[in-house]
Nanobody, 127 residues
Framework: QAQLVESGGGLVQAGGSLRLSCAAS????????MGWFRQAPGKEREFVAA????????YYTVSVKGRFTVSRDNAKNTVYLQMNNLTPEDTAVYYC????????????????????WGPGTQVTVAS
């Protein structure tokens, strides 16, 4: 059974950094674009970043552009989200998800375009 599991969350001071990992098991996701989403308390889940299946294309929501970097290692079946200069507004549960499609040209940012989801990892940024 295909699974995604996030790790690397935790408590960090404002201005600090965290690196999230999303490890896949049960099948390879090397031909799926991957996305990162987050959900803050009382808010809807929102798109954060995406990376194409080959790793050659990335896309970020405006609020994290320049601070977050998404990458992947298909040999390890793992996707990463490097988060720098964190602010309290970044506090949320972070989820990784796999695109429903394979070998897609371009990226998708909607929840409904993703078929597999991890359980999430909590990121808390203290001011």
């Amino acid at each position: 059974q295909a699974q995604l599991v996030e790790s690397g969350g935790g408590l960090v001071q404002a201005g600090g950094s965290l690196r999230l990992s999303c490890a896949a098991s049960g099948r390879t996701f090397s031909t799926n674009a991957m996305g990162w989403f987050r959900q803050a308390p009382g808010k809807e889940r929102e798109f954060v970043a995406a990376i194409g299946w080959s790793g050659g294309t990335t896309y970020y929501t405006v609020s994290v552009k320049g601070r977050f970097t998404v990458s992947r290692d298909n040999a390890k079946n793992t996707v990463y989200l490097q988060m720098n200069n964190l602010t309290p507004e970044d506090t949320a549960v972070y989820y990784c998800a796999a695109d429903r499609g394979t070998l897609r040209i371009g990226l998708v940012t909607n929840d409904s375009d993703h078929a597999y989801w991890g359980p999430g990892t909590q990121v808390t940024v203290a001011s």
